[in-house]
């Protein structure tokens, strides 16, 4: 009995605990031959078991995939990678140190100025929701402004939706983010632009943008992998839904999870996989919300954007096919103004084109779902900085600049879109 307390404790302990990542390098392979990409493939399909990360998919040949390697077994991938002829760029020499002087950095910035700017960091959900009701608070005379609850995550977080709308009659711009919980530059990203509609309306250009358009914008998805992000494991991609899973898998890829040519191509059925599509088309209660939510009224949606990280592309439905959807010409036309808007901020480039054509294929994403189902005209995925010098653990101060030359992106998609 007294074993088992001790246990059961350890247990408990163990558990909440934070994954470190010492030692843990990532690699920028870059396949080139058939062979090279099938093994990137084997060790995507088997990464659970293998101790990998990925941080991005295996596609086509000459697309780079960046691979997390736990340091007991990088010398044994060196070797491997070697003979068959990679050869790796280091990106990540020591996941954890990076991890540790940001967060020293965070800790220091605190301690010198505790009010600082809502943009100088990234925010846990909690301060994010406060920030949400505090904006909505502020809403400027003569708009509305609403926090409104769609739906309630797996582990019983609420999942808000943020408006903004200065007159009846108008379509609707809709935003999300954190559908993958270790995307923390898609939510800051996403909130820069509430503050710039809302904190800044009187911007002449943002005010033009509420005079136009209605703006719906959903920057926690992911709720439940977002906190678990902060609490536990800062590599975390996917849903919390605990389906008893006999290796103890946890959550799936709320990204293949949607109900549009569920399970057809680029996704996985194995519970342990970073691309599992769940156990049926909509099974995550994060996912069927947003889906519950725009059906309620889809034609009010003139544009779709889901934002990820990172790599820098603007992407296009389909992924689930080469072949194009309606309005591809058109949605081409506007992302090309769009991304070179972006351009003339900061310099940042960002390709364009449809997801199966640049990236790898999948099924099920909220990007084919949009174009599928509510058939939204306008529908794209931003993947946002960087291009792999941090990753996903893209530094703090990058959340303005970012925020600011994608706001010109978005700005310039509102501009530009028509409808009949
Ligand atoms: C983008 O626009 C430029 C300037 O109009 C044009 O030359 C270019 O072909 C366009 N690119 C694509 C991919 O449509
Ligand atoms: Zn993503």
Not at 410 to 416: D, L, S
Request: aromatic share 12%.
């Amino acid at each position: 009995m007294k074993a088992l307390v001790i246990l059961v404790s350890c247990l408990c302990l163990c558990l909440a605990e934070k994954v470190r990542y010492d030692g843990h390098k990532v690699l920028r392979l870059v396949p080139v031959t058939e062979d090279q990409i099938e093994t990137l493939h084997i060790w995507h399909n088997e990464a659970h078991k293998r101790g990998l990360i990925f941080w991005g998919e295996p596609g086509l040949l000459n697309q780079a995939v960046d691979v997390q390697f736990p340091p007991e077994k990088f010398a044994a991938y060196r070797t491997r990678l070697n003979n068959l002829g990679f050869q790796p760029i280091v990106l990540f020499d020591n996941v954890q140190s990076e991890l540790d002087n940001q967060e020293a950095a965070r800790v220091t910035r605190q301690q010198q100025t505790p009010t600082l700017n809502f943009f100088t960091d990234y925010r846990t959900a909690a301060e994010i929701f406060q920030w949400l009701d505090q904006t909505a608070a502020n809403c400027p005379a003569g708009a509305t402004c609403t926090v409104t609850n769609i739906g309630t995550s797996w582990e019983g977080r609420e999942l808000k939706v943020f408006r903004i709308s200065n007159g009846p009659n108008k379509r609707a711009i809709w935003i999300d983010s954190l559908i993958h919980a270790r995307e923390w530059i898609s939510g800051a990203t996403n909130l820069y632009f509430i503050d710039q509609l809302v904190n800044n309306y009187n911007n002449a250009a943002n005010r033009a943008m509420v005079d136009a358009y209605d703006w719906v914008f959903m920057p926690i998805i992911n709720i439940d992998g977002y906190q678990y992000t902060f609490d536990t494991d800062r590599m975390w991609r996917r849903t919390r839904s605990d389906r008893g899973d006999i290796l103890g898998c946890v959550g799936c890829d709320a990204n293949r999870n949607f109900d549009f040519q569920w399970m057809t191509i680029g996704a996985s059925d194995d519970p342990c996989s970073n691309t599992y599509a769940g156990v049926a088309p909509n099974s995550e209660p994060e996912v069927d919300a947003v889906r519950a939510y725009i059906m309620q009224n889809p034609s009010y949606y003139g544009a779709f954007i889901t934002m990820h990280s990172y790599s820098q592309l603007f992407l296009l439905p389909y992924g689930y096919t080469v072949d194009f959807p309606q309005d591809y010409d058109e949605m081409m036309r506007v992302a090309n103004l769009s991304t070179n808007a972006l351009f003339n901020v900061h310099g940042t480039t960002y390709r364009f084109d449809s997801a199966s054509v640049i990236l790898y294929p999948s099924s099920g994403t909220s990007r084919d779902w949009a174009k599928g189902v509510p058939q939204i005209k306008y529908v794209y995925t931003f993947e946002l900085r960087d291009t792999g010098n941090y990753g996903f653990i893209l530094p703090p101060e990058q959340i303005i600049p970012s925020g600011q030359e994608t706001w010109e992106a978005v700005k310039r998609i509102a501009q530009e879109i028509t409808f009949p």
